[in-house]
Each structure stands twice: as structure tokens, then as C-alpha cells.
């Protein structure tokens, strides 16, 4: 059972451009989580999503920033016009269910640097 | 909001001795995570201990969690050089949105050889 699959797992992108980040969570999980880790920092939860639906997004910075995950394919992180200080790693969760008795099982991070 | 925070921030030990960790946090809780991170790398799932429950072991790991003091501790006896690696703790909110985990800046552990 392959885990959570992030990609590209280092991206580089000069401010203004776009960055998209790919997250297929663990088979049979349909609740994802994607989470921001800056430097010397501990994560800090951005958006929660079901198949379809953007449960909370509470986390997330109202501009710029976006995330889907469709029916059929990945979860989509997307980032608008990119500014060095979104630079991070992006780590995405996945569980069977919502609920906080699930563990989240983290991919190996997407490592974005804006230039 | 609550945070949980890891203590001490970096720790450093000789192979085969224990290492302790502690968190604490604000908040009543669903359940409490300990993650491992290596290097450079994604978040590796250790153990998960519920409020209802005091002590958990797997392994050469034990967690215990004492909601009254909201602090949870992190052992893992006889280390190993491949343990050294941050170690996060995180939280479960008893409240709405449990779903999401909060977690502290971690503990970086040296093993040495």
C-alpha cells in the first residue's frame, strides 16, 4: 500500500509565477490535509478537504492561494504569483475519515523556493 | 488558540542512553500525535494516545499524557544513532474542527555514536 505521494517533492519558481503542488493521498482515504512548514518551525495547518468539497480553509491566505481535490486525481495546492515568502516545505496529510481519532499520515513534503 | 510546544529544543545524547522529550499544550484535546522528521524529509507517524489514556508503548517508545497539567512526554530508551531526527508533538482539538493538528517547533535529538 503506497503512501501519501506528493510532487514535485523541490520546486523553484521566481516571484510572480505560479506553483502548483500534487498530492495523491494513501488508497482508500478521502480526507486531505495540507500543511505549511516554515524554516525552524512546526507546521501549521493551511486547508482540510474531502473529495470535492474544501471543508476548512481556515488556514489557508485569502489571496493567492487555492486548493481542490476532484473527484478523479490529485489534491491540488495552487499558489498565485508567487513571493519569496512563500517559500516552505508543503506537506499534505491524508486519513480514512474526518475525525480526530484518525492518524493523518504525511507525504515527504513539496520544497518550494521562490527566487 | 492552542500550541503545542516541545521541550527541550535540542537535546543530544550518547548511543544507548534514553531520551526524554516533553509537550505541553493549552487547550483540551481529542488526542495527542508524535511525529519523527528526518532531515530534510516528510513526517513519520510514531504514536497516537488519546485523552482517555494515561501511558502507551510501542516499541522502545512510551508516551504518557497527563491531561491535567496538559504535557505529554516522549521516551525512547536505548537510542540509536538513527534516531536523531525532530520530533513533534501534535493536537487534536476536543472542540470543532478537531480534525485539525496543531504542532509545536519540535525537538531536534542528536544520538551520538
Known amino acids: 500500500n503506497a503512501g501519501v505521494m506528493q510532487n514535485p517533492r523541490h520546486l523553484v519558481r521566481r516571484r510572480g509565477q505560479e506553483a502548483r503542488l500534487r498530492c495523491s493521498p494513501m488508497?482508500?482515504?478521502?480526507?486531505v490535509y495540507w500543511y505549511r512548514q516554515l524554516p525552524e518551525e512546526g507546521l501549521k495547518f493551511m486547508v482540510y478537504?474531502?473529495?470535492?468539497?474544501?471543508?476548512?480553509e481556515s488556514g489557508m491566505p485569502k489571496e493567492r492561494f487555492s486548493a481542490e481535490f476532484p473527484k478523479e486525481g490529485p489534491s491540488i495546492l495552487r499558489i498565485q504569483q508567487v513571493v519569496r515568502g512563500d517559500s516552505a516545505a508543503y506537506f499534505c496529510?491524508?486519513?480514512?475519515?474526518?475525525?480526530?481519532?484518525?492518524?493523518?499520515?504525511f507525504g515527504p513534503g513539496t520544497r518550494l523556493t521562490v527566487l | 488558540s492552542q500550541q503545542g510546544e516541545e521541550d527541550p529544543q535540542a537535546l543530544s545524547i550518547q548511543e544507548g542512553e534514553n531520551a526524554t522529550m516533553n509537550c505541553s499544550y493549552k487547550?483540551?484535546?481529542?488526542?495527542l500525535q508524535w511525529y519523527r522528521q528526518n532531515s530534510g524529509r516528510g513526517l513519520v507517524h510514531l504514536i497516537l494516545?488519546?485523552?482517555?489514556?494515561r501511558e502507551k508503548h510501542s516499541g522502545r517508545l512510551r508516551v504518557t499524557l497527563d491531561t491535567s497539567k496538559k504535557s505529554s512526554s516522549l521516551l525512547i530508551t536505548a537510542s540509536r544513532a538513527a534516531d536523531t531526527a525532530s520530533y513533534f508533538c501534535?493536537?487534536?482539538?476536543?472542540?470543532?474542527?478537531?480534525?485539525?493538528?496543531?504542532f509545536g517547533k519540535g525537538t531536534l535529538l542528536t544520538v551520538n555514536p
Open positions: 496529510a491524508s486519513s480514512p475519515t474526518g475525525t480526530s481519532g484518525d492518524t493523518q499520515y
Open positions: 488508497k482508500g482515504h478521502s480526507h
Open positions: 478537504l474531502q473529495k470535492e468539497n474544501i471543508i476548512d
Open positions: 487547550t483540551s484535546i481529542n488526542n
Open positions: 494516545i488519546r485523552s482517555n489514556e
Open positions: 501534535a493536537t487534536a482539538y476536543s472542540g470543532g474542527s478537531n480534525y485539525k493538528l496543531t
